[in-house]
């Protein structure tokens, strides 16, 4: 116990050392909420796979092969390794949009409407993946050491709130290359030690494991067959392609290569570590009477390392630092992906446009020790690890899935569809899963169509409201398809009409901040103000201009000198009076990007001079 404790001290002085470190590198909510979009492929992939693998997914996905058998990996192995592919496919739609979140995306999309009910599904369903994290780690403090979950639960809260507030994505991204390497090495380690175990104290063959599983073992569709595959494909793979933390990965990434490569060696390690489960199952099956209900399954891998180790404390200790690295380096991604929605999308756009940079880290790093404190009062109350999950991902699927991929591929869809397929898709789900917990019982057991909480119903409502209504409303306007579409971003830009030779121009060049970061150039400068910033107004008076649009309210401000937005300049209000600016043009478009910066210097000081001389 005292070795584990020491390690603990040990590996959270670690993860907080990293956050310090990061967080002296902040200066935008671009910085803290994607890491400044500067992340490569081997973090990026590290983090993808550490996010989705939890202490509770090793026990879990044991347990299930366990008993189920391999029909099992259609519930939750499959569509993780899946989901990560499909979301590199998704790549370069995804990382030209110049959002910090899927809510933000929707109101460029769609308007204001739905900013705020995106926002509250995605914090939900955050939430409800970070209780599984509390839950594995209490599992594995209570099996080793016999220690009550109310103190695993406060470990975890107290670990994450340190690092994770200090050091934002970029914190959380590299604690989770470190996290993953523990819990790799771990679930690896366990698989070798269950197949051999048998094999040394029997001299049993490996073969014979196999071929010792209980007939329907091998069964790859035992769960309905054919049409409860794919309905539970239809449950999962939704929900986990249009998951808001690794679209803020794909955002946070340097460029596209390396957002896409990073995806898809994410799904590679997952089906790593999901393999080793595999092969853990293959052995403790040979080693334990495998209990009957869910959650016995499910701490059998505890149990072998107990009874394996016992004589080892040093082990057992630096195994519980793997779980809790596991555990940690989810609950930190949804924790803040969660905390995200309600600070950018609720109060910044709603309660405080005019918010500086300084007051939004303050207001962000509240959000997200709330957001684990909640995730960790409700794990105290689900029975098991897999609960949690599927009853999260249901909720995406059937409410904001066809809204979020309707505004990357379908013109026609509005925010009056999306409206409708959001909150009639979405509360028919909740409202199933509160019957079958209540009144009806498993709904499976009514129909093998109802599996996964009735999700098809669900979706089928969201997919006829969401299709019919946007059908049945008049198309959105230009303003909201051009950040999406190319031809349609083609009628509102307007390039800069800059004399390269103005000495203006000249002194504004020296004055621009500029380093490479993959294939783009990030370039900034301050603009700062005689007086105090009337932002609000500010942003007004650009927006009466052509060029100038602020799409998701008036916290952000782009001028449209391309059909890449995130090569546009963009404005954020820095300081009391002070106006950042920024662009991300590519290397080759870096003499275009400085034009564009100062053509929006330009503009800003154009708009100072009339509020200076009392003409506004």
């Not at 519930?75 to 592919?85: C, E, G, Y």
């Not at 946070?252 to 092969?279: P, Q």
């Not at 999406?484 to 009409?497: E, I, L, Q, T, Y």
Request: net charge neutral; hydrophobic share 55%.
């Amino acid at each position: 116990m005292y070795t584990f404790l020491i390690l603990l001290i040990l590996y959270i002085a670690t993860l907080i050392a990293i956050g310090w470190h990061f967080a002296k590198k902040q200066q935008t909510m671009t910085d803290f909420w994607i890491a400044g979009r500067e992340i490569g492929t081997m973090n990026i992939g590290l983090s993808a796979a550490a996010s989705w693998l939890t202490a509770g997914a090793l026990l879990g996905v044991t347990g299930m092969f366990l008993s189920i058998g391999i029909g099992s990996i259609w519930i939750f192995v499959a569509p993780n390794i899946i989901a990560l592919a499909a979301i590199a496919l998704l790549v370069p739609r995804i990382k030209r949009l110049p959002s910090l979140t899927q809510p933000e995306l929707i109101e460029i999309r769609y308007g204001p409407l739905l900013r705020i009910p995106i926002a509250i599904a995605i914090t939900i369903v955050m939430i409800l993946f970070a209780v599984t994290d509390f839950k594995g780690f209490s599992y594995v403090l209570s099996t080793f050491y016999g220690i009550p979950p109310i103190y695993s639960v406060m470990i975890m809260v107290i670990a994450i709130s340190l690092y994770v507030t200090l050091g934002g994505l970029r914190a959380v991204i590299w604690t989770d290359t470190i996290q993953f390497i523990f819990l790799a090495t771990l679930a690896v380690l366990i698989g070798a030690a269950a197949l051999y175990m048998p094999t040394h104290d029997t001299g049993a063959s490996v073969s014979s494991l196999f071929a010792g599983m209980r007939g329907g073992f091998w069964d790859l569709f035992a769960l309905g067959g054919i049409t409860g595959v794919f309905i539970m494909q239809i449950a999962m793979l939704p929900g986990w392609i249009t998951e808001q933390d690794p679209w803020q990965r794909v955002w946070a990434a340097r460029d596209v290569k390396s957002a896409r490569y990073g995806m898809l060696l994410g799904s590679v390690l997952i089906a790593v570590v999901f393999g080793a489960c595999f092969l853990a199952a293959i052995g403790l099956n040979s080693l334990y009477q495998v209990p009957a209900d869910p959650i016995g399954a499910e701490q059998l891998y505890l149990q072998f390392i107990a009874d394996t180790f016992a004589s080892t404390p040093a082990i057992i200790a630096a195994i519980a630092i793997g779980f809790a690295a596991a555990s940690m380096s989810c609950a930190d991604t949804f924790a803040t992906s969660g905390a995200s929605c309600i600070s950018r999308d609720i109060y910044q756009r709603f309660i405080k446009p005019d918010a500086t940079m300084g007051e939004m880290r303050t207001i962000n790093r509240v959000l997200i020790v709330a957001m684990i404190t909640i995730s960790a009062a409700i794990s105290m109350h689900v029975e098991t690890i897999l609960d949690a999950v599927i009853m999260a991902t249901v909720i995406g699927t059937s409410s904001y899935f066809l809204p979020i991929m309707g505004a990357l591929f379908w013109r026609r869809a509005t925010a009056e569809g999306a409206l409708a397929g959001l909150m009639i898709g979405g509360s028919a789900q909740i409202a199933l899963i509160v019957a079958e917990a209540t009144y009806l019982g498993k709904l499976d057991d009514i129909s093998p169509l109802l599996i996964e909480h009735g999700v098809l119903i669900g979706l089928s409502l969201s997919a006829i409201s969401f299709v019919g209504v946007s059908l049945a409303t008049p198309l959105s306007s230009d303003h909201y398809l051009a950040p999406f579409f190319h031809d349609v971003a083609k009628r509102f830009v307007r390039k800069p009409s800059v004399d390269r030779k103005d000495p203006a121009y000249a002194r504004f060049k020296k004055d621009i901040a500029e380093h490479v970061s993959g294939e783009r150039v990030h370039l900034s400068a301050v603009v700062e103000a005689k007086d105090v910033l009337d932002w609000k107004q500010l942003v007004s008076k650009l927006t009466d201009m052509r060029a100038w649009i602020a799409p998701s309210g008036i916290e952000v401000a782009y001028r449209l000198s391309s059909t890449d937005m995130i090569a546009c300049p963009r404005i954020v209000h820095g300081g009391e009076n002070q106006v950042w600016i920024f662009a991300e043009p590519s290397a080759e478009q870096v003499d275009d990007g400085k034009l564009g910066l100062f053509a929006a210097y330009r503009d800003i000081q154009g708009v100072l001079l009339l509020k200076a001389s009392g003409e506004i």
